[in-house]
């Protein structure tokens, strides 16, 4: 009663006269775990290198390999903040640095029935009344 006091907000303290607020730098206290920590006035925020998502105050890598298009017809391995892609699957051969599937019925794999390419291998369909057996319709 019949006195004042200034209060700071969230993010700030007051002068030692208490006279004016100043910006708290909150990353002095290291709240941004494996990442990149930007003080913003009243707070801050955290930024993650490429390969890396916030959760949370934290970044955690990224398992780009999830994404079945990162290396088509390759092997995809993951490793912290990257991934690389490695040899051709069975079924594809490199052509113009891409994976490309191999179509298995230009090599007549199907004795007395059809061929189907599918992505990365093939198979065989017999008529009716044939049945398959090693690729070989009878």
Do not use: F, W
């Not at 009243?42 to 105050?57: D, I, K, M």
């Not at 390759?74 to 490695?86: L, M, P, T, W």
Request: net charge neutral; charged share 20%; with cysteine.
């Amino acid at each position: 009663m019949g006195s004042y006091r200034c209060v700071c907000p969230s993010g700030y303290r007051s002068s030692s006269q208490q006279t004016s607020c100043h910006d708290i730098d909150e990353c002095l206290q290291n709240p941004c775990s494996n990442g990149r920590c930007h003080n913003t006035p009243g707070s801050y925020r955290c930024v993650c290198r490429l390969g890396y998502r916030l959760s949370g105050n934290t970044c955690t890598d990224v398992d780009e390999c999830e994404d079945a298009l990162q290396c088509p017809g390759q092997e995809c391995i993951n490793s912290q903040g990257s991934y690389r892609c490695v040899s051709c699957q069975a079924g594809y051969k490199l052509h113009n640095r891409l994976c490309t599937d191999i179509d298995e019925c230009r090599q007549t794999p199907c004795s007395n029935g059809r061929c189907e390419n599918t992505p990365g291998s093939y198979r065989c369909v017999c008529r009716h009344g044939y049945k398959l057996h090693n690729n070989n319709c009878t």
